[in-house]
């Protein structure tokens, strides 16, 4: 089991630091390249930038309440929404074609195709 993992292109989990403004305030954000990776191809399907797409992330977050989260917590959030991103995918929630928008995607048909696994998850 360990192999499938071990043998991954090493690059992957390179960690890289971007710099970027949030909310007008200059800040870096580090991340494994493959979290770097995922987060291209959100933004790429709605057509944003990696920056515009962190900002617009870092925004509605703190807008939804999650301030408390910002800044210390902001690299586990994405992380998590890239996590999240693959999750729904595979379970067929957001579709693999990646010339479908996110956007264009009913949040609670995604949101609800997430409950039943989460409900399993729980009683097991």
Request: glycine share 6%.
């Amino acid at each position: 089991m360990c192999q499938i993992f071990i043998r991954a292109d090493s690059e992957l989990y390179v960690m890289r630091s971007r710099s970027m403004r949030l909310r007008g305030v200059a800040t870096s954000i580090r991340l494994e390249n493959q979290f770097w990776d995922i987060l291209e191809e959100i933004g790429a399907r709605d057509g944003l930038t990696l920056p515009r797409l962190i900002s617009k992330l870092y925004d509605e977050l703190a807008e939804a309440g999650g301030g408390h989260l910002l800044p210390a917590n902001f690299t586990s959030f994405l992380r998590v929404c890239c996590g999240r991103y693959m999750a729904l995918q595979l379970a067929g929630a957001i579709p693999a074609d990646t010339r479908v928008a996110i956007s264009s995607l009913d949040a609670e048909r995604v949101l609800a195709a997430e409950r039943p696994r989460k409900a399993a998850n729980r009683v097991a």
